[in-house]
């Protein structure tokens, strides 16, 4: 007969809930990750705040320069006025006097490349002598702003008009001028000095300031002189409204400002400065957007390449980690089959030592608790006790039922036979064919006596039918024997022949009974 062998289920495979390595490696990978492109923008910022920083003081520079040229180039000229002045309040305007005044005037005017002209008038207005001329036309620039200042203004001091067109050459012009006087002190007319405005912005071309930079040259009641790009519209026209001169330049002799212009809306890097000795000021602009070009480029180039780098290592990171998972889930996988082996083992073990049938120990199992429970009953000097069952009449059972009825007659017993284990060391076992054991460790005769008779009883109480036995139901007898066994003197196999002693003396005497071996025979 084969044995049906029933394979333990596998375990499931328990779920990887928490997998702290996988779960680090993708921190640790996330944080390269984020801290790379962190330092990137970091480095980036900087970069263009250095490169805000140091246009800011390029512009001041600039500034710096392109107002000490304008504060030398109306100094010179000024400084031709004076002597000027001098030379008429001492020698007067006579014609002789206003001759040799005229070679002086074209002298200077050879010497000094920004003067457009040089003027004498008189107390009316009325040109007196031209450097560019020779008789001097019939002018009257009585009209003229410089002239009404000075006719007005006691003051010595230079005065540096509105931005005008030259009557004599028509192109733009800045003017400076100073009024000398008579003897008693009463306005005799005024010396004029003419600047080209072309001058300037010849000068102010020369510097590289990008395609949307500008320069502006100003009065400092925010007229504006000079302007590069050059605009004609914007010549002579007042800034006052324009946040640089009304937040700024009317405020603070130097400084620097971020702006957007209204105008165009391009956001420029201010700078502006005040001259030193003449009442005008100097703003150099430069835009925001092309300063940071170079910095904008290098950046993209820059942040191109720790996303590339970002993306490798996001890639090569997922892909460890893909592999630890895979590793992890590999070695959970070998736990589940570890696990399936030991149980399977124990199963197998179990059916080793198990009776198919009756679910009892069998024989295998038996000799072993057998040999174990003698030795240590022989060392511990306490009785062992086997009891011996066999089925009455069991054969005529199975010619009558069929063996099958059979067997489930056996099983039924069975149970009643495991359900009588009191003890933990108490062992139900199948000996052989209908013959069934218990082993009880530490029992006397009368205890294993005991426990036969309640099984005797508990079979009867199945009432099983059984027409060709005597008792009319299956019944069981039984044998039993207990001692205290003795080193050398005794081995297991005498316990097994006294139960068996005693069982066929229970047959004999007319079955469904116990006997012991100390019944009298
Ligand atoms: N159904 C079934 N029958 C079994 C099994 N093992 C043994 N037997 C039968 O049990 C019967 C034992 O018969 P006998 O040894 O003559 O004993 P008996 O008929 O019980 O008579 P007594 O023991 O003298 O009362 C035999 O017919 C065996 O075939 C089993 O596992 N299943």
Not at 152 to 163: A, F, L, N, T, V
Not at 369 to 374: K, T
Request: glycine share 6%; with cysteine; net charge neutral.
């Amino acid at each position: 007969m084969t044995i049906p062998i029933a394979i333990a289920p596998r375990p499931a495979r328990p779920a990887l809930k928490s997998l702290p390595i996988t779960y680090l490696a993708t921190v640790f990978v996330v944080l390269v990750c984020v801290s790379l492109m962190s330092v990137e923008v970091w480095r980036s910022w900087n970069a263009r705040n250095i490169e805000l920083h140091e246009t800011e003081i390029a512009t001041s520079n600039l500034a710096r320069a392109l107002s000490q040229h304008a504060d030398d180039t109306i100094k010179e000229a000024d400084t031709v006025l004076v002597g000027l002045v001098e030379r008429l309040e001492v020698d007067g305007t006579g014609s002789a006097s206003l001759e040799r005044l005229h070679a002086l005037l074209i002298h200077h005017i050879a010497e000094l490349p920004q003067l457009n002209d040089l003027s004498i008038y008189d107390e009316t207005g009325l040109w007196l002598a031209n450097a560019r001329t020779g008789p001097v036309p019939l002018v009257n620039n009585s009209d003229r702003q410089y002239f009404r200042y000075h006719r007005s203004h006691p003051g010595r001091g230079p005065y540096i008009g509105p931005p005008v067109r030259s009557r004599s050459t028509g192109a733009w012009i800045v003017t400076v001028s100073r009024r000398y006087n008579h003897a008693d002190g009463s306005f005799a007319g005024l010396v004029l000095g003419t600047i080209n405005i072309d001058y300037f912005k010849k000068y102010y071309d020369s510097f590289d300031i990008g395609r949307a930079g500008s320069i502006f040259l100003s009065l400092n009641d925010g007229t504006m002189l000079v302007r590069r790009p050059m605009m004609d519209d914007t010549i002579g026209k007042n800034l006052s409204n324009y946040p640089i001169y009304r937040d700024y330049a009317s405020r603070s002799a130097v400084g620097t400002a971020i702006m957007k212009s209204d105008q165009d809306g391009i956001e420029r890097l201010i700078a502006y400065r005040h001259l030193q000795q003449y009442p005008l000021f100097v703003t150099v602009a430069r835009s925001k957007n092309e300063v940071l070009a170079e910095w904008r480029a290098d950046t993209y180039l820059h942040l191109f390449g720790a996303m590339l780098l970002t993306l490798a290592l996001g890639l090569l990171g997922w892909r460890l980690i893909h592999q630890i998972r895979l590793r992890l889930l590999a070695e959970n996988d070998l736990l589940c089959v570890q696990e399936s082996l030991r149980m399977l083992n124990r199963h197998l073990e179990q059916l080793a030592l198990q009776d198919s049938l009756t679910g009892l120990a069998n024989r295998r199992q038996f000799d072993n608790a057998l040999r174990d429970e003698f030795s240590r009953a022989m060392r511990t000097e306490n009785s062992l006790a086997l009891v011996m069952i066999d089925v009455d009449y069991f054969k005529q059972y199975n010619d009558i039922y069929g063996h099958l009825a059979g067997d489930e007659c056996l099983r039924q017993i069975s149970e009643i036979v495991k359900a009588s284990k009191n003890r933990p060391g108490d062992l139900a076992a199948r000996y052989g064919g209908e013959e069934l054991v218990v082993l009880l460790p530490d029992t006397n005769l009368a205890g294993a006596v005991a426990v036969a008779e309640k099984i005797r009883v508990a079979i009867c109480n199945l009432h099983i039918e059984h027409p060709s036995s005597t008792f009319g139901l299956v019944t069981v007898s039984a044998g039993v024997d207990a001692f205290v066994p003795v080193r050398d003197d005794n081995i297991p196999f005498e316990l097994i022949q006294a139960a068996d002693r005693a069982l066929y003396a229970a047959k004999s005497a007319g079955r469904n009974r116990v006997c012991s071996s100390a019944d009298p025979r």
